[in-house]
Structures are given as C-alpha cells and as structure tokens.
C-alpha cells in the first residue's frame, strides 16, 4: 500500500505482517526442534504405514510456497490491502501445516522406473518444459497443489474415521 493512501491501516498491515513471518519462522523452528527430539513421529493420520508421508508440512515445501507467490507476483509490493490480508492468512495457514500432524506425501518411493523409464522421463520433461515456458502459473499450480493434497488427505481421513464410528441410535419411540 503506497505510504500517502491511507497512513494508519498501512502501519496496522505493515505491524501484522512483521508479526505473521515471525510467526511463519517460529513454525519452522518448531518443526526442526520436534523432530530433532522425536524418535518416530508419525501423523495423527498414518494411512499406510511406512515412510511415503511427511508429518506436517515439510519446512522446503513452505518455502516454495512463499517464493512461488511472490515468483507469480514478480516481487513486486502489495498495494491492496485485501490482497496483503490473503498473503498473511496464507501465511499463517502454510505456518500452520509445517507443525500440524497432517500427512503430506513423501515423494520418497518415485524413482525412475525399473518397467517404464520413458514414462518417468517424459513426465519429468513435460514439467520442466512447462515451468520453462510459464514458470509462474507453474510454479504456483505445483506449490498449491501440494499444499491442497495434505490438507484433502487430512479431510479425506477425517470423513473416513466419521464413518467407521458406530452410529449412536438415539432414543426410539414405541
């Protein structure tokens, strides 16, 4: 927001969002302290077992959140304040998912192949050809679908428990 429009909301906004990057850091701290002391973390939500998910977001993945919107918005400063509100809910949410105990996948099994290498090849270059050619709707599509694969995951587990518990019958009328 230009400092001439609207003096006192742009202090307010410029305050907020030196409070909610603290707050991003601290989550990133706090993720790297958890595991630093943990023996075998394992999700709230675990699915299969094994090592394919992430508890909580990985602290890279959001990193790459952060860079791929200001990669979209080519860094330029938010005049909007609007827009500056979005930023730092994304912020406090992304804050959020690096020390929540959702899953989010590992990527840990991909490997080139052992049947089909062309396959895993050919993918790997339609992205690269794809970031080349419009990094910034790329970059955000990769980095906001990662972001929405934990959080549906976590939804997806949340409505399968629902209906795993036994339905309590409520008193019945003779």
């Not at 200001?70 to 730092?88: D, E, K, R, S």
Request: with cysteine; glycine share 8%; aromatic share 14%.
């Amino acid at each position: 927001m230009p400092p001439t429009v609207h003096p006192g909301l742009r202090q307010n906004v410029l305050h907020a969002g030196v409070f909610v990057c603290f707050l991003f850091l601290v989550c990133g701290a706090s993720r790297l302290a958890r595991f630093n002391i943990s023996k075998n973390p394992q999700p709230r939500n675990p699915g299969k077992p094994g090592h394919k998910f992430f508890v909580g977001m990985p602290i890279p993945a959001g990193a790459g959140i952060v860079a791929a919107v200001i990669h979209f918005f080519n860094g330029y400063p938010i005049h909007n304040p609007w827009t500056a509100l979005v930023w730092l809910l994304l912020l406090l949410f992304t804050g959020f998912l690096m020390v929540s105990n959702w899953r989010f996948w590992s990527a840990k099994e991909v490997t080139s192949g052992d049947r089909h290498p062309s396959r895993f090849f050919t993918l790997m270059a339609v992205i690269c050809a794809l970031i080349f050619w419009n990094s910034e709707w790329a970059l955000m599509i990769i980095a906001f679908g990662y972001l929405i694969s934990g959080v549906l995951a976590r939804l997806a587990y949340s409505w399968r428990r629902r209906l795993r518990r036994p339905q309590q019958s409520g008193p019945t009328s003779s």
